[in-house]
């Protein structure tokens, strides 16, 4: 690898992606090795059901040092839950306490309100268990920003990073009042309400993400799969916005993650 460049010793983190997901089946040795040539250091995999629970685990133990498990049931699945699904993903996080580094990808989301309460009561379930193990939250806000924010603070947690964090200006001042971290992705480069957050959240609560394998077809990314190797295109958007160096924006983006995370990098 050209070690000239001083591009190549950045670290580079994605804090959201689903390595689990049924379209990375058969990529992941691929991905991997795709993001370390980026300079992605740090990856952290969400779940999102009891299945992508057990899938991350066993990734985190196989790319050591480099992907780090978010375990929890999504909104989106809250629906499709088998008997005992519930029960059995409490069970195995608190039985993998040591090796989880947060509680995600959980939260609510407003286009599925048929299934309200269902979400609610899980959501619940979940920030109880991060409040119960000391663990940071990863939330999914998509439509319920706002109640979110009014509910978190009832609840004693860690840690809350707000994942792909879209919603109003006022909201995000009152996120950052309560002290929470929000992630955004390969949109930086191109959306201008995801442009207008990043320049007014301040650096220090702000991680990268690809959201993989979701799939953005504006430029760059043309509709290909989602790697977490976008993280580069993300990070340089960033830094034009907030008119900073790149290298400044990977390191105080790194050391946001450790402190999030309470990871140390190598
Ligand atoms: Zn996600």
Redesign the pocket.
């Known amino acids: 690898m050209n070690r000239d460049n001083s591009a190549d010793e950045m670290k580079l983190i994605d804090a959201?992606?689903?390595l689990s997901d049924a379209e990375y089946a058969g990529h992941i040795d691929e991905l991997i090795a795709d993001a370390k040539n980026a300079g992605v250091t740090a990856l952290v995999t969400?779940s999102?059901d009891l299945k992508t629970c057990l899938s991350d685990l066993k990734l985190a133990e196989k790319y050591a040092a480099l992907v780090y498990p978010a375990l929890g049931i999504?909104p989106w699945n809250v629906n499709v839950l088998k008997e005992n699904e519930l029960e059995q993903t409490v069970d195995l996080i608190e039985e993998q306490k040591n090796a989880v580094k947060a509680i995600g990808?959980i939260g609510l989301d407003n286009k599925y309100e048929t299934i309200w309460e269902k979400q609610m009561m899980v959501f619940d379930k979940m920030l109880r268990l991060a409040e119960a193990l000391e663990l940071p939250v990863i939330i999914?806000s998509r439509g319920t920003t706002d109640k979110i924010i009014e509910m978190l603070p009832s609840y004693r947690l860690k840690r809350v990073l707000l994942?792909?964090f879209s919603h109003s200006i006022s909201a995000l001042y009152k996120a950052m009042d309560n002290g929470y971290f929000i992630t955004e992705g390969p949109p930086a480069t191109y959306s201008n309400d995801i442009r207008e957050i990043i320049e007014k959240v301040p650096l220090t609560r702000f991680l990268t993400?690809t959201?993989g394998p979701?799939t953005y077809w504006k430029r760059p990314y043309n509709g290909q799969l989602t790697k977490p190797s976008f993280i580069r295109n993300v990070v340089e958007a960033v830094a034009e916005i907030k008119k900073m160096q790149v290298d400044d924006v990977a390191q105080q983006t790194a050391e946001n993650f450790e402190v999030f995370f309470n990871i140390k990098l190598n």
């Open positions: 959201h992606v689903h969400n999102v999504h990808e999914h994942h792909w993400e959201d979701v």
